[in-house]
């Protein structure tokens, strides 16, 4: 008759002779180790799902004004094939000031005539451009709007 005692002691040898299956191979290389934030420019455009990050390859990310200025280019043809669009207006400018955990940014049309998305658009694809230190706070200011509106992006805020 078999104890309880000598089923686990039998159990318990089994399972040290099986090991968990996985062969010990030593290390495996399987490509470049992660390296942080991808190269390239980082956009936000809306789409079908709302807005999203668009990285467009590049050996390094742009600086602040050359990211904010690719933005208003709109998606290129791969973005658009994906159902991306730009909400900005299709003219008009965008003079980025940035200082030590802020950005000001100073738009050639009135903030009144943009969607909550194109605003969106700008403050992400902002908050999201190089910079050192902690995401700056945006702020916002036009001919209709000469003090600094403060804004944050939607999809970067905590909680």
């Known amino acids: 008759m078999t104890t309880p005692r000598r089923l686990a002691a ?3 040898l089994l399972l ?3 090991g968990c299956s996985i062969p010990s191979t030593g290390p495996v290389r399987s490509g470049l ?6 190269p390239g420019t980082r956009l936000y455009f809306p789409g079908p799902q709302g807005i999203r990050l668009a990285i467009r390859p590049g050996p390094q990310r742009e600086d602040l004004q050359k990211t904010l200025d690719s933005l208003l280019s709109g998606p290129d043809p791969a973005e658009r094939r994906t159902g991306l669009y730009s909400d900005l207006p299709a003219t008009g400018k965008v003079q980025a000031t940035a200082t030590p955990g802020a950005v ?3 738009l050639s049309w009135p903030t009144a005539s943009l969607s909550t998305t194109a605003i969106q658009q700008l403050v ?3 908050e999201d451009a190089p ?3 902690p995401t700056p706070h945006v702020s916002i200011v036009s001919s209709d709007a000469p003090s600094a509106i403060q804004q944050q992006c939607d999809l970067h805020r905590n909680g």
């Open 10 to 12: 039998a159990t318990a």
């Open 16 to 18: 040290l002779a099986c």
């Open 33 to 38: 180790p992660a390296t942080g934030i991808e």
């Open 104 to 106: 000001t940014l100073r």
């Open 124 to 126: 992400c694809t902002t």
């Open 131 to 133: 910079a050192a230190g």
